[in-house]
């Protein structure tokens, strides 16, 4: 966890300071085209999967977290192309942060509205509330 905040903390400086420039539209533009992706990418796999539509409207949201394998990439990407690591580096670690704060909320949100989970889960423990495996 202190790793987790120290990377997320190092990230928001370097994020802070590149708010008011061109990055930030980088970053709008990776952040929008990336939950656009993940929606269409989604969609069209439970359409070839020949998934019920319920599931296809709730897939793309539950693929919403980022996983900081993303921040390994980026940082290997920056030492190699350093022109591109001042760019690269805000936008990726400031989506990551975005995604991994708003990723679990709304992968739960889609888990539950896709019918995958039990509306009682809160008080029970998480494994037993699937509908696959009640018990």
Do not use: K
């Amino acid at each position: 966890m202190a790793i987790h905040g120290s990377v997320f903390g190092t990230g928001g400086r370097i994020v802070s300071r590149e708010i008011a420039t061109p990055d930030g539209l980088v970053g709008s533009a990776y952040i929008i085209l990336r939950i656009i992706g993940r929606f269409l990418g989604a969609w069209s796999v439970g359409i070839l999967s020949l998934a019920e539509p319920f599931l296809r409207r709730w897939m793309g949201m539950a693929l919403m977290p980022q996983a900081g394998v993303a921040l390994g990439m980026v940082l290997i990407a920056s030492q190699r192309f350093p022109a591109l690591g001042e760019i690269l580096l805000p936008v990726v670690i400031g989506a990551t942060v975005l995604f991994e704060l708003i990723g679990p909320v709304l992968t739960r949100l889609a888990l539950y509205r896709a019918g995958d989970v039990v509306v009682g889960c809160a008080q029970r423990q998480l494994f037993w509330c699937y509908t696959g495996n009640t018990g």
